[in-house]
């Protein structure tokens, strides 16, 4: 049954949480005796967020009134009112100004406020499996294109070279830790990925960010094909932390594949080598075939039921009670756990607004914006994970369409009533 006082808590809740946070956490330069306030432009930015428009789009929205507030139509002297609303480049001065550090910091430290409070409520007493993963957000305009602008355009320098996409062969990357035990998984540390970066440097500080917030010890890393790397597996025995990885398919796996996983179920190919010479890492490379996990009813995402095999790197091994076939088995299952992060990037992308900015600054925050209000989505879910409301609402969780409609609602309110102070 509907409840509207259940929806009116978390509506409140919703923007109390995430204006309140974003409030306190960041700065800007504002000048004197500034006509819009840090508030209004942080509604602006969230409402691009949510709804996934350009930031001149969300302003030409606002500005118009083109939205029907409270349920009535806004009269001609309402539309005027609505009207007052700061225009882009205002908008994008107050977060191109800072320096991408700073943005960094004050938006780590405003995801870390979700993160405490989880440890006061116990969510890590345990070790927790974490998951790595990189995130790309690709970059369009060719290189020597930007140059020639006159604006600014300092983007362009933090960009790398990555797998092509739509015919787009850099991207601003990004690497996060999420952990993926429970119903409570946020994401809980991000780092942007340089030119130049050796990546097992952000890999490392992530893993021993994520343990300092937490108070906790990860028990074991999951990741995809691009943490199967020499670097990054001697890094994993360096610092005594499991792996489980997607293997990358050379043409030494495919070998393997030919010549040893005919007419069998698995194969576990004990001390794999990955490298050569003095640059090479060891592991136990599992092999199994996907119609096995179809027979035993384990879920699996429809690219990988596509495939004939699916390959794992990791340091596990049977244990003396476990046979090699329900290790092979407990192995994918364990590594599905990592789904999440790539529904969480997905779901993260739909809280992050596209961009024309030359600013790296400006690129940069919606990136980390989205990370924080898709915490908030966890962590609204699992604050109302044992209401009745909520089950007989939404059995299934509140989904991020609701949350980022009633965010939506919320600045419009917001502009509502600063465009009313203004007009008298």
């Known amino acids: 049954m509907y409840s509207p006082t259940f929806i009116n808590e978390l509506y409140e809740k919703v923007y109390l949480k995430c204006s309140g946070r974003l409030r306190t956490g960041i700065t800007m330069d504002l000048g004197r005796a500034p006509k819009y306030s840090k508030n209004s432009t942080i509604d602006i930015y969230v409402y691009a967020a949510v709804n996934n428009i350009f930031l001149k789009s969300a302003i030409d929205q606002l500005s118009a009134g083109k939205i029907i507030l409270n349920g009535e139509r806004n009269s001609k002297r309402e539309l005027k009112k609505v009207s007052d609303i700061q225009s882009l480049d205002t908008v994008l001065s107050r977060i191109e100004g800072k320096e991408p550090n700073e943005i960094l910091k004050e938006m780590q430290h405003v995801n870390d406020e979700i993160i405490k409070k989880a440890v006061k409520e116990g969510e890590f007493e345990k070790g927790f499996d974490a998951s790595l993963d990189s995130h790309n957000v690709y970059r369009y305009t060719k290189i020597k294109d ?23 062969y850099y991207a601003h990357q990004y690497m996060t830790i999420k952990a993926v035990n429970g119903d409570f998984n946020p994401t809980l540390d991000t780092t942007p990925v340089l030119p130049f970066t050796n990546r097992v440097k952000p890999e490392w500080g992530l893993i021993h960010n994520a343990e300092r917030k937490t108070k906790a010890e990860i028990d074991c ?8 790397n020499v670097d990054t597996i001697n ?5 005594n932390k499991h792996f489980i990885f997607r293997a990358d398919r050379d043409a030494k796996v495919q070998k393997i594949i030919r010549e040893k996983c005919s007419g069998i179920w698995y194969h576990i190919e004990y001390g794999y080598t990955k490298g050569e010479g003095n640059h090479k890492a060891q592991y136990n490379l599992v092999i199994i075939d996907v119609n096995l996990l179809k027979m035993y009813n384990v879920e699996m995402p429809l690219m990988d039921k596509k495939e004939k095999y699916l390959v794992y790197a990791t340091d596990l091994a049977p244990r003396r009670d476990e046979s090699d076939m329900d290790f092979c088995i407990s192995l994918v299952k364990r590594h599905k756990k990592r789904w999440g992060i790539e529904t969480g990037y997905r779901d993260k992308i739909e809280f992050r607004a596209p961009t024309h900015a030359l600013s790296y600054s400006v690129r940069l925050f919606f990136f980390l914006l989205s990370v924080i209000l898709y915490n908030l989505w966890v962590e609204v879910n699992h604050e109302t994970k044992d209401l009745p409301e909520r089950h007989e609402m939404y059995p299934d969780g509140i989904s991020k369409y609701l949350i980022g409609f009633l965010l939506m609602l919320a600045v419009l309110t917001s502009a509502h009533h600063f465009s009313k102070a203004h007009m008298g």
């Open 146 to 168: 930007s140059m020639k602008r006159k604006r600014k355009c300092d983007d362009i320098q933090k960009v790398v070279g990555t797998k092509p996409k739509n015919g787009c």
């Open 221 to 228: 890393l999951l990741g995809d094909g691009d943490l199967d």
């Open 235 to 239: 890094m994993c025995y360096g610092e």
